[in-house]
C-alpha cells in the first residue's frame, strides 16, 4: 500500500515556475514507477511526466517537453515536478500516482495508487 500527498500547487503567472512534491507513505516507494498526470473540466486525465523506480527513465508528455523535470529522491519518499514557463494551458489539477513494477507506464491505467491532487493556475 502506497499513499501520495500532493503539495507544491498555487496560482503563477504565464512564464513563472513552480515546483509541486509528492510525498509517499510506505516501504515500497523504491520499487515504484511515479507518474504525474493533470486533469482539466471537460476533459480526460492526461499524462504529463514518469519517472522509473532507479530515476534514471523518463518520459515526458510533448507539451511539457523541455519546459517541465520529474525526478525523485528515494531516501526522501519524495518525487518532484519542476514546472518552468508556465502557460494558461497548464491550468489543471495535478495528480501524482505510484506502480510498483518496473515498467514505466504512461497511462493512467497503468498507476495503481493516486493522491488527491493539487491546483495549478497560471493567468495569462
Known amino acids: 500500500q502506497v499513499q501520495l500527498v500532493e503539495s507544491g500547487g498555487g496560482l503563477v503567472q504565464a512564464g513563472g515556475s513552480l515546483r509541486l512534491s509528492c510525498a509517499a507513505s510506505?516501504?515500497?516507494?523504491?520499487?515504484?514507477?511515479m507518474g504525474w498526470f493533470r486533469h482539466t473540466p471537460g476533459k480526460e486525465r492526461e499524462f504529463v511526466a514518469a519517472i522509473n523506480w532507479g530515476g534514471d527513465t523518463t518520459y515526458y508528455a510533448d507539451s511539457v517537453k523541455g519546459r517541465f523535470i520529474i525526478s525523485r529522491d528515494n531516501t526522501k519518499n519524495t518525487v518532484y515536478l519542476q514546472m518552468n514557463t508556465l502557460k494558461p494551458e497548464d491550468t489543471a489539477v495535478y495528480y501524482c500516482a505510484a506502480r510498483s513494477t518496473v515498467l514505466l507506464p504512461r497511462t493512467a491505467g497503468g498507476y495503481d495508487y493516486w493522491g488527491q491532487g493539487t491546483q495549478v493556475t497560471v493567468s495569462s
Open positions: 510506505g516501504r515500497t516507494f523504491g520499487s515504484c514507477a
